[in-house]
């Protein structure tokens, strides 16, 4: 019988003889790094000059994980970095649930729904201030399940390519309001707090009416603030930047030369494929999401559990059994408990 490596082998290499590659923008001009089921390490520095020959490496190499760079370089598969030529970088956003301070997420040894719909509200609060506060277009912002437990967003515009890390950083600090002080929102009789608006006032206007509605009201009736009514506001400084900034992993957006997973490369951790997904997908939840991404629903394994599953659901599938368990699964999930460390192969 082949070992679980040389099965799982053979199905990512038959998923790469179709891959689409499409969405791999200036293919030719990104640095690509890739790890190995069988080997320890990274390789990186290598480049492609076109999908096929891209295709013919996945096919014949069949790596566990695909990465490539947020950069565009003149050399990239220069390996030094100093002399690749940097031409740019896309920007880019990581929402890992990992990170999230949620009940769903924090100590959670397997992924889980829960968790990943917190991580999928996470990224629509990010798209919307994306939108909203920088401007962007619908069409300029591409979401990318990233094939675990959050999601990666990218901004690929020529104009934003050429931002360094100091000004990709007044980015982060927005989005995490770091140093948010409501009182920049007061200007005399201008208060740019109010549910009309679009943006940091409209949202800061609904956690308000939320928090204490007659502030609210009070806020939108008086012309002019009385200081007792700006102290007021100033307690909530603490609670508005706990709950309205947003959770990105500030190094990825920063670093302008960042390898991050190829758009519809699989995971090799999960199985599952690194897949665009729009808005309307994220509003039908982790369950729409995580059933984009599954692969391999063809036949089923049997495994015996190492350990008893800490949860119920697998990937949308019940998972019952104790640690010793024999338990007969679908391919998809069976790979996920194998690669994960819950379980192991049997005849």
């Known amino acids: ?62 790596p566990s994980h695909v990465y490539y760079s947020s950069a565009l370089y003149n050399d990239p598969a220069n390996p030094d970095m100093d002399a690749k030529g940097w031409l740019g970088a896309d920007l880019i ?70 931002l360094m890390d100091d000004e990709r950083r007044e980015i982060i600090d927005y989005l995490l309001l770091r140093g948010f002080d409501i009182e920049r929102l007061i200007r005399g009789n201008a208060v740019l707090i109010d549910a009309r608006l679009r943006g940091i006032g409209g949202r800061l206007a609904s956690l308000i009416h939320e928090l204490d509605p007659e502030l609210l009201n009070n806020l939108s009736s ?29 190094v990825v957006t920063m670093d302008i030369h960042r390898l991050i997973r190829m758009p519809n490369s699989l995971h090799g951790k ?19 999401i995580i059933d984009k991404a599954i692969q391999f629903r063809r036949g089923t394994l049997t495994l015996r559990l190492i350990k008893k599953v800490p949860v119920r659901r697998v ?17 998809y999930v069976g790979i996920y408990l194998v690669i994960s460390g819950w379980g192991e192969l049997v005849d």
């Open 270 to 288: 999960t199985g599952l494929r690194v897949v665009k997904v729009g808005p309307s997908d994220l509003e039908r939840g982790a369950d729409f």
């Open 1 to 62: 019988m082949p070992s679980f490596i040389d099965l799982v082998k053979v199905l990512f290499r038959n998923y790469y003889r179709g891959i689409d590659l499409s969405e791999t923008s200036d293919l030719e001009k990104r640095e690509f790094g890739f790890q190995f089921f069988d080997k320890e390490g990274m390789i990186r520095h290598a480049s492609f000059r076109n999908s096929d020959e891209l295709r013919h490496y996945l096919i014949s190499n069949v």
């Open 315 to 331: 990937l949308g599938e019940d998972v019952v059994g104790d640690e010793g368990s024999i338990i007969k699964v679908p391919t």
């Open 93 to 162: 956003f990581d929402i890992d649930g990992d990170h999230l301070p949620t009940p769903n997420c924090q100590g959670a040894e397997l992924m889980t729904l829960e968790c990943l719909n917190d991580a999928t509200d996470e990224v629509s609060k990010l798209i919307d201030s994306l939108i909203e506060d920088f401007g962007f277009s619908d069409s300029s912002i591409k979401i990318f399940f990233s094939g675990h437990r959050g999601y990666h967003v990218h901004i690929e515009l020529p104009e934003i390519r050429g």
């Open 222 to 250: 008086k012309k002019r603030l009385s200081k007792s009514l700006i102290r007021k506001l100033n307690t909530l400084n603490s609670v508005i930047s706990e709950r309205l900034s947003i959770h990105i992993d500030e």
